[in-house]
């Protein structure tokens, strides 16, 4: 019985733990939403995509198929 208690608690633990990531993310995600037009979005990931590609890290494709 005991047992079960704390399964029960680490059940609980971990739903609570996945919706705080989930509020984070969520709320970096209205961030970006509402400090940039879209052009300005577009214009800043296409700068990450660029340094990314010549860092060397690993290869970095755009081809969507």
Known sequence: MRLW?????????????VGG???VH?????EWDAEL????LR???HE???SATTSGDRPVTTDRR
């Open 5 to 17: 208690k704390w399964v029960g608690l680490a059940g609980i633990l971990g739903v609570a733990g």
């Open 21 to 23: 990531a989930v509020v």
């Open 26 to 30: 969520r709320r970096r995600q209205r």
């Open 37 to 40: 037009v879209p052009e300005e």
């Open 43 to 45: 214009s800043r990931l």
């Open 48 to 50: 990450r995509l660029r």
